[in-house]
């Protein structure tokens, strides 16, 4: 059995913190396929209006990034560390905020 373990937001969409999948061995493409046809919640949150898997989300596995464009290229096991996230964004252009000065 395969473990994906859900990270804000979606553990609030789909209402678990992990998501069992009944496979050994796969890519990781057919293991969020299966998830996602298993469970409606998972599956509204995680596919995109065309029913594609959504790019907002990234896969660490055993600690390494992978993105929706690695999906096929990429061997899952049982036992394999698999957290779903939705990598932070910005930060660029904000401005720096003045720190009193303290001397």
């Known amino acids: 059995m395969i473990r994906l373990k859900l990270m804000p937001p979606l553990t609030r969409l789909v209402g678990q913190k992990e998501v069992a999948v009944g496979m050994s061995r796969a890519t990781l493409r057919a293991v969020l396929e299966e998830a996602a046809a298993r469970n409606g919640k998972f599956r509204t949150a995680l596919l995109d209006a065309a029913g594609n898997l959504s790019s907002e989300y990234a896969c660490l596995i ?42």
């Not at 290229?73 to 932070?88: A, K, R, T």
């Open 62 to 103: 055993n600690g390494r990034r992978h993105n929706v464009t690695d999906l096929d290229g990429v061997e899952v096991e049982e036992g394999d560390e698999i957290v779903i996230l939705m990598p932070l964004a910005g930060g660029a252009g904000v401005p720096e905020v003045p720190r009193p000065n303290t001397t």
